[in-house]
């Protein structure tokens, strides 16, 4: 009898982990206020990347609502990347432009040759001093990538914030 409920419970154990739902890692990033080279610049305090299986979210939080360029850099591991960016126009608080666009190349790509990119489902919510990206998972390699690193650009003028600091890119991010 103890074998048949010690043999039970394994088997529900399996069938419980078979069952769950994979879960994506998530990188949270902290970056230092006022290291963004002015008052007026675009400066990240933080970042938080979530690399799911059907998508990539990207949220990125400022220390103040500012006009000004984002570029969120994706590299997957050993393939050519990719670039959201994100333009952001008009009057603090109030109605502005807001522009999405997705280019090819990572900054950290360490291949080469083409790399051409088609994501119209690419969604961007910006408002107040956070900017969300989204990016469905096949608009890069049509989906079949695993591990990415990124890191995130921010412009007004000329460059403005960089994170992860000094770093150049996060370290690789599991794919769930």
């Given at each position: ?57 990207v949220r990125v ?40 666009q997705v280019l ?19 969604r961007l919510t ?51």
């Open positions: 009898m103890l074998r048949t409920l010690a043999a039970a419970t394994a088997t529900t154990a399996l069938l419980a982990l078979a069952a769950s739902p994979a879960h994506a890692a998530t990188l949270r990033l902290d970056d230092p206020e006022g290291d963004a080279g002015g008052a007026k610049r675009l400066d990240v305090v933080g970042v938080t990347i979530r690399n799911d299986d059907d998508r990539v979210v939080a400022f220390a103040e609502e500012r006009n000004g360029d984002l570029i969120v850099s994706i590299d997957p591991r050993g393939a050519r990347g990719l670039r959201l960016v994100a333009e952001k126009r008009g009057e603090p608080g109030g109605d502005g432009a807001i522009g999405q090819p190349g990572a900054f950290t790509d360490t291949t080469t040759g083409p790399s051409p990119v088609t994501c119209d489902s690419y910006w408002a107040g001093d956070v900017a969300r990206m989204v990016m469905p998972s096949d608009c890069l390699h049509d989906g079949d990538y695993g591990a990415i690193r990124v890191a995130v650009l921010t412009e007004n003028g000329a460059d403005s914030d960089y994170a992860p600091g000094e770093q150049g890119a996060t370290r690789w991010i599991a794919r769930g």
